[in-house]
């Protein structure tokens, strides 16, 4: 049973808009999530995080927002540039094991010049 | 530094066939995983390991096995390839910590075949 799900397997964007990629999870023990980002032909690469204590974490155009009541978080690229075209895959941790990941089938992002 | 390291990238096997996948990470990291990704599967956990000398099973770990002997190294061994176990194999290693999040580092990956 996936504990983290990704519903739209694709996403397209124009240059300069923004992208939002949402990650809907089941298991009430994640406490941190986690966005990687991946290329074809290259494994995933950590791209940001947040912890279950917070609700939102940013770090240049990347921000990541976790609605715990929801079970849900999301990623928002403002603004979105061609070389963001990837797949972008979120992950949690589950702190009951502390060191089992879970992902969710990822997104696939175009972003139009 | 080189990071985590996979070999072989690709590989074809027939059905019934043994074989290891080699990984290795060169930032003294304690822990190592491996993962595999299926299409529309994302990418599931088969064994992972906090320190030379102790393993555990993920999510998927039949078929699998695993041993940590060094803190660099951490193999995959199919002992009886099936079709089913054909996919893309990824190791990633990372820092254990009693707290914040433990960002993973991830291998180019092994593309698989089982025939």
């Known amino acids: 049973d996936q504990q983290v799900k990704q519903n739209s397997p694709s996403l397209s964007v124009q240059e300069g808009r923004i992208s939002i990629l949402n990650c809907d999870y089941t298991n009430s023990m994640f406490d941190y999530f986690l966005w990687y980002k991946k290329y074809p032909a290259e494994g995933p690469t950590f791209l940001i995080s947040i912890s279950s204590i917070k609700d939102k974490n940013e770090d240049g155009r990347f921000t990541v927002f976790l609605n715990k009541s929801a079970k849900h978080l999301s990623l928002h690229i403002v603004p979105s540039q061609p070389g963001d075209s990837a797949v972008y895959f979120c992950a949690a941790r589950d702190r009951t094991t502390g060191n089992q990941f879970y992902f969710g089938t990822g997104t696939s992002l175009t972003v139009i010049p | 530094n080189a990071g985590v390291t996979q070999t072989p990238k690709f590989q074809v096997l027939k059905t019934g066939q043994s074989m290891t996948l080699q990984c290795a990470q060169d930032?003294?990291?304690?822990?190592m995983s491996w993962y595999r990704q299926d299409p529309g599967m994302g990418l599931r956990l088969i064994h992972y390991?906090?320190?030379?000398?102790?393993?555990d099973q993920g999510e998927v770990p039949n078929g699998y096995n695993v041993s940590r002997s060094t803190t660099e190294d951490f193999p995959l061994r199919l002992l009886s390839a099936a079709p089913s176990q054909t996919s893309v194999y990824f190791c990633?290693?990372?820092?254990?910590?009693?707290?914040?999040?433990?960002?993973?580092?991830f291998g180019p990956g092994t593309r698989l075949t089982v025939l």
């Open positions: 990633a290693s990372s820092r254990v910590g009693t707290g914040g999040y433990n960002e993973q580092f």
């Open positions: 390991s906090v320190g030379a000398g102790i393993t």
């Open positions: 930032m003294n990291h304690e822990y």
